[in-house]
């Protein structure tokens, strides 16, 4: 059970759109649509802002959206605002009721 | 509101036992599933285990001979056990709540709390 793959960091002008990749294999994001994302500032807590590959939880902004390929998930933020530098990580089902997490992305806008 | 705290040691010696609680207030702790995860500072996160109200429980495989998980519901608590520890396991431990065993959907998070092994 290897961590899943993100980009170390992505970076984005405010009002641009980024989107981060999560890419695992055949037995965990490619077999399941039960992939989450969490958004964590530093020294807080993870938050999660999707959820089932592309569910967001209420009160989450519509900013945020979440889509899946093949074996590898993807999130992607518009209409890039300060508030959304932070760290990104996706979660998957791995099977036999086991989780994976990805490495984690940090966002910077510029 | 549900609330989750951690608590516990923040110290431990290497080889020795680390053990931490969650305290799950302002919802019940019955039908759900509550998992331990951990974040070595700076690096990501990573899944230990989970428990169910029923007591049975899931570990990550990577530490599942060294994991006990256990819940006491009529105190709302639930715990963590990671024997011989090394420095590796230097990390903060969160808990958290979701509502079906395969689905990564960890709703509340406790704060977290810091344990360093060290001598």
């Known amino acids: 059970q290897s961590a899943l793959t993100q980009p170390a960091s992505v970076s984005g002008s405010p009002g641009q759109s980024i989107t981060i990749s999560c890419t695992g294999t055949?037995?965990?994001?490619?077999?399941?649509?039960?992939l989450s994302w969490y958004q964590q500032y530093p020294g807080k807590a993870p938050k999660f802002i999707i959820y089932e590959v592309n569910k967001r939880p209420s009160g989450v902004s519509n900013r945020f959206s979440g889509s899946k390929s093949g074996n590898t998930a993807s999130l992607t933020i518009s209409g890039l605002q300060a508030e959304d530098e932070a760290d990104y990580y996706c979660?998957?089902?791995?099977?036999?009721?086991?989780?994976?997490f990805g490495g984690g992305t940090k966002l910077t806008v510029l | 509101q549900v609330q989750l705290q951690e608590s516990g040691p923040g110290l431990v010696k290497p080889s020795e036992t680390l053990s931490l609680t969650c305290t799950v207030s302002g919802g019940s702790i019955s039908s759900y599933y509550w998992s331990w995860i951990r974040q070595p500072p700076g690096k990501g996160l990573e899944w230990i285990g989970y428990?169910?109200?029923?007591?049975?429980?899931n570990y990550n495989p990577s530490l599942k001979s060294r994991v006990t998980i256990s819940v006491d519901t009529s105190r709302t608590q639930f715990s963590l056990r990671l024997n011989s520890v090394t420095a590796a396991d230097t990390a903060v431990y969160y808990c958290?709540?979701?509502?079906?065993?395969?689905?990564?959907?960890?709703?509340?998070w406790g704060q977290g709390t810091l344990v360093t092994v060290s001598s």
């Open positions: 055949s037995s965990d994001v490619g077999s399941y649509n039960l």
């Open positions: 428990i169910y109200y029923d007591k049975s429980t």
């Open positions: 958290a709540r979701h509502e079906l065993g395969g689905n990564p959907r960890f709703d509340y």
């Open positions: 979660c998957s089902y791995a099977g036999s009721r086991t989780f994976v």
